[in-house]
């Protein structure tokens, strides 16, 4: 059942189902035109967010003796879950040709 309002203007009743009203939060609305004016800057940041990952990544691996292929697959299935397995590719093709 829809819920009604006080008559519209046009004389009928208007439903809360056909409200355009942003009912997003506030921060959101503010995030979301913060990410829109500085979009340049936010990729940037995803960049150097990558490139941070990578080399924990490659310094985690390299203080570990025994890297078995299961446990690069493991990390492979994760990355790709984060999104971020395509800037991490050329990383994960160097470890597996060490193995």
Known sequence: MTETREPAETGGYASLEEDDEDLSPEWLRELSLLVTLN???????????????ALFLMEAL?????VSVLGVLDWLYLLSLLGILDSLCPFFLAVLDRL
């Not at 979009?39 to 990952?53: K, T």
Request: charged fraction near 25%; charge should be positive; glycine fraction near 4%.
């Open 39 to 53: 979009w340049p800057w936010c990729l940037s940041l995803l960049e150097m967010v990558d490139r941070l990952c």
């Open 62 to 66: 390299g203080r570990l003796r025994a």
